[in-house]
Structure formats: C-alpha cells, structure tokens
C-alpha cells in the first residue's frame, strides 16, 4: 500500500482493525443512527458505542495512537497513519471505539508530556481508559483566534490565594457536551507586558468548577454534533496554581507541541473519508440507469474517479512522508509538512465527497449516506487546527526564506 515499509507489529494491527470494522463498527452504524434518534438528546452516549469500547478493548484496538508503549501499542506516527486512516472510514464510530478521538488524543499527550503526577491519576488514567472524556478551549468569539496570541481569556495571580482568577469567553471546544467530559485544558492570557509568545498559559479545569457556564452547544451546518462544540463563560474561576501546565507563559509553546500530531491526525482519517467515498460512487454509479446505460458509463463520471484515486494517493504518500519525518526528525522540523498536508487532504477528501454526492443525487444529501454528515465535518477540517490560509502563510514563509539571501 506504500513505499514505506510496515513493520509486521503494524501490518497486524491494520488486519486486526479490518476485521473489526467489518464484523462490528460497520454492522453498529444503523444501530447507531437508531439508539441516537430515539433518545431525541443530540448528546446522548448510546450503548452500542459503550460496546464497541468493550469489543475494541478486548482485541487490543485501544489507545492505538498513543506514541508511549506504558499506554498504548506505542506505535511510530508512520505505523499509526493506516490505522487512523481505516477509523476515518467511520468517523463517529471508529476513532471513539479505540479510544482514539481528537481533542482527547491531544490531551492524552499534554498531560503525559506537562501533567503533574496528580493530573496523570485524575484525568491521563481514566482518559486512557475511556471513561471520561476531555475539551480543549483555545478559540475566543471576540478575537481572531487563528493567532493564537490573540486569546484574551483572562487568568490574573491571587498571590494571597495562591491561585489564578479568570475570566472571558470561549467557543467551539469541541467535546465539552459529550456526556463524559469532566476537563478541559484551557488556554488564556497570564502576563500581557511580556514577549508576545511568553504571554499565555494553559491550565487544567474540571467542567463542573464554580464559574464555569456551558453556554450553548455552536450547530455545524445544522447538525448538532454529539461531542458537541461549546461556548463556554468563565466567570472568576478559581485555579490552584498546581493546575498550571509546565509552567507560567508556556502556554503556546504547549499549543505548537500538542497540534502538530493532532493535526496529521485528521488528515489521516479525511483519507479513510475520502476511500469511503470513492467506494460509494462506484458502487452507486455502477448500480443505477440513467438514459439508458449505467452512470458510471459516462466519460465525466470515469474522469472523476479517476482523479479521485489519483488524488488520494497523492495526499496518502503526503501523509506518510509526513508521519516519517515526524518520527524521524521530529514535528518541528516537519513543519513545512504537516502545515502542507493539513491544507490537501480536507481540500481533496471535500472534492471527492462531493463528487460522490452530486453521483447519489438528492440521496447524498440526505442521511441515508453518510456522505452528507462527511462534507459538513471535512468542510470544518478547513478550520478547525488552524485554518487554510495561515497554513499556507506558514509554507510560503518558509519557502521565500529560501531565496532571501538572492534578493539581497
Ligand atoms: C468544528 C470545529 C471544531 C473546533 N474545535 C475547536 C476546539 O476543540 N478547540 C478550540 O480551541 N478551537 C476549536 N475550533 C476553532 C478553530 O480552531 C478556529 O475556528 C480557527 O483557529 C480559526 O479561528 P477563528 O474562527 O477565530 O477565525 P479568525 O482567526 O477570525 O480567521 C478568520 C479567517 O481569516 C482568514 N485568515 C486568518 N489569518 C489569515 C492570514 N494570515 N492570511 C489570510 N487569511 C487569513 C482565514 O480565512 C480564516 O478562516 C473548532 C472549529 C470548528 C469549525
């Protein structure tokens, strides 16, 4: 499937985790679709995913993308990449079932990385197993939070306390009304008159501290997702000074370290979308007449597919050389990468979903495919960690770097 080589460790966990999909991710997702309607709660935690837990667990599918072997499989960025890939082919089952759910996994690896032995017991160890859940509350409504020096969220020392105060608004943390999240690492301003990258801190706050009110759950294109992605008042809450994360000012430091594999992350998983996709419009273009002759008869409808298989292999190799060098020379100086493969896969895996829509006619845009539910997610993937164009400023920065000495 690759130039690069798989270790036998990896190819056994992408036939492990096939089986799985086949035998009882898929087969659950109608069940899914039922147990959520009929709860009538967007939020609602249904058991077949309790039970897809239990099945992931017992065949060794859990915390797959944990890099550290005391928690997960401790599998390299590269071996992980066709696994998230496969669990992208169904997004609201597959990554959840494997304890392997973005924020979640991001702040699996702060708290391993910056959390107190406290943090580690409370909150790494149940995330680990699955029984709580976690939000990440960066992004600000009254700010362009693209830059993320921009957070306003104020976290003012009570030296007599020995705790912080804060105060301000968040948006979009994504998982805060999912039915088992109990924390969320929060991003705000400790010291406006310092080095504009030392400024901000990142604290660890339980959701039921005093202060903190979930405004409302934020609609993507009308669908309310079931994690949720919350607005969220922070009204003088208290934080001990022990629940500040490595240290007073670190906070965008923690930022840049926690994004980099979260962000490859979806673009693994927008590839399994994309697969997805692709097997549907064939399947739906082979099976349906119109004017006479199967769909996918026609030489545009070819063209697409053709491109489709083109294009995922493209932005595939991408990922992979990204994972590998993120492994091998690590995320910093695979920034030019992960910043280029964050902006091609949404983008191409959009492309192909649509096609796949526009080739399933009204019924793409309905919920009886999951193409509908994929478009809306990967069109957020434009956004979310970033958005397209400060990707791209951070390519071109680089790239012109190059050529800096010629100009002069
Ligand atoms: C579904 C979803 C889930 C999310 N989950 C989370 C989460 O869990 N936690 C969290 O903290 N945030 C989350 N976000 C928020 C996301 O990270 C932000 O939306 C993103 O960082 C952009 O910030 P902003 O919305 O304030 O846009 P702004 O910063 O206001 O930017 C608006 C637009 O300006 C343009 N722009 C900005 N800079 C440049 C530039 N240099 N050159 C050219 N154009 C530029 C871009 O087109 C950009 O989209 C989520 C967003 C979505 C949609």
């Known amino acids: ?7 036998e460790r990896a190819t056994k966990y992408q036939s492990d985790l096939l089986e799985f999909m086949d035998s009882c991710v898929y087969p659950a997702e109608p069940v899914y679709e039922s147990q959520m309607a009929e709860s009538g709660n967007p939020h609602f935690q249904p058991p077949i995913l309790e039970e897809l837990k239990e099945q992931a667990r017992k065949r060794g599918l859990w915390n797959l993308f944990h890099p550290h072997p005391e928690w997960g499989p401790g599998l390299t960025n590269l071996e992980y990449a066709p696994l998230a890939e496969i669990m992208g082919r169904s997004p609201h089952l597959a990554p959840e079932a494997c304890n392997c759910s973005a924020p979640d996994t991001g702040n699996m690896e702060v708290f391993t990385l910056f959390g107190s032995d406290e943090h580690k ?3 790494l160890k149940p995330l680990l197993e699955g029984t709580i859940r976690s939000a990440f509350a960066m992004t600000e409504p009254q700010v362009a939070s693209s830059d993320a020096t921009n957070v306003q969220l104020a976290m003012v020392k009570d030296d007599a306390a020995g705790d912080y105060v ?3 608004r968040k948006w979009f943390a994504s998982n805060a009304l999912h039915q088992n999240c109990k924390v969320m690492i929060v991003m705000g301003k400790t010291d406006p008159n310092t080095a504009i990258h030392r400024q901000q801190s990142m604290m660890v706050v339980p959701m039921d501290a005093p202060g903190v009110t979930v405004m409302r759950g934020l609609p993507v294109f009308g669908y309310q997702d079931r994690e949720g ?3 969220i008042d922070f009204k003088d809450v208290r934080v001990p000074a022990k629940d500040v994360l490595k240290g007073e000012g670190e906070g965008f430091a923690i930022a840049q370290a926690r994004l980099g594999p ?3 992350h979806h673009c693994m998983r927008a590839i399994g979308m994309a697969e997805r996709a692709l097997e549907l419009l064939c399947r739906r273009a082979q099976s349906r007449i119109a004017f006479g002759k199967p769909i996918s008869d026609n030489a545009n409808i070819r063209d697409w597919i053709a491109e489709a298989r083109i294009d995922i292999e493209m932005i595939r190799l991408l990922t992979l050389k990204t994972a590998y060098l993120m492994d091998t020379v690590g995320n910093k100086a695979a ?4 910043a280029a493969i964050k902006v091609a896969a949404p983008n191409i895996a959009l492309k192909i979903v649509d096609r796949a829509i526009q080739v399933h006619g009204a019924g793409g845009v309905t919920d009886d495919f999951p193409l509908a ?3 809306a997610h990967l069109r957020t993937l434009r956004l979310a960690d970033g958005p397209d164009e400060v990707h791209q400023r951070a390519i071109a920065r680089q790239e012109l770097r190059k050529y800096r000495e010629d100009a002069r």
């Open 1 to 7: 499937m690759s130039l690069f080589e798989m270790s």
């Open 121 to 123: 017991e409370k909150y």
């Open 262 to 264: 979260g962000r490859i």
């Open 229 to 231: 992605h919350a607005e």
């Open 335 to 338: 920034q030019v990468e992960i």
């Open 373 to 375: 539910g994929f478009w």
């Open 166 to 168: 804060l105060n301000g």
